[in-house]
């Protein structure tokens, strides 16, 4: 069993910056890429950011590249996401979640555990 928790939520100004961690148990963390999602209210879960297992590949969705910034550190089994000059239309709920495999995929059936999710407000 894998637990996946999500930290470094909270309330923050458009324009400013705010980094998310996503602590993972497990002996393997490096074998399996990792992604970001994020649900806004009334709204489904949609793809924010992933990462391979050695942190050479990345894959944004369009609405946020160039803004945020996805990163790992395998020896502390953490991923991050970096937000910068984050708009009110990023807030969301947004989940960590562990890939099946090392390889990255926008797509949610391609990661098997996830974690509870942390509240990010932008305010205006």
């Known amino acids: 069993q894998v637990h996946l928790v999500e930290s470094g939520g909270g309330l923050v100004q458009a324009g400013g910056s705010l980094r998310l961690s996503c602590a993972a148990s497990g002996r393997t963390f490096s074998s399996y890429a990792m992604g970001w999602f994020r649900q806004a209210p009334g709204k489904e879960r949609e793809f924010v950011a992933t990462?391979?297992?050695?942190?050479?590949?990345?894959r944004y969705a369009d609405s946020v590249k160039g803004r945020f910034t996805i990163s790992r550190d395998n020896a502390k089994n953490t991923v991050y996401l970096q937000m910068n000059s984050p708009k009110p239309e990023d807030t969301a709920i947004y989940y960590c979640?562990?890939?099946?495999?090392?390889?990255?995929?926008?797509?949610?059936?391609?990661?098997?555990?996830w974690g509870q999710g942390t509240q990010v407000t932008v305010s205006s």
């Open positions: 979640a562990r890939g099946r495999s090392f390889l990255i995929s926008p797509a949610e059936d391609r990661y098997d555990y």
């Open positions: 990462i391979s297992g050695n942190g050479v590949t990345t």
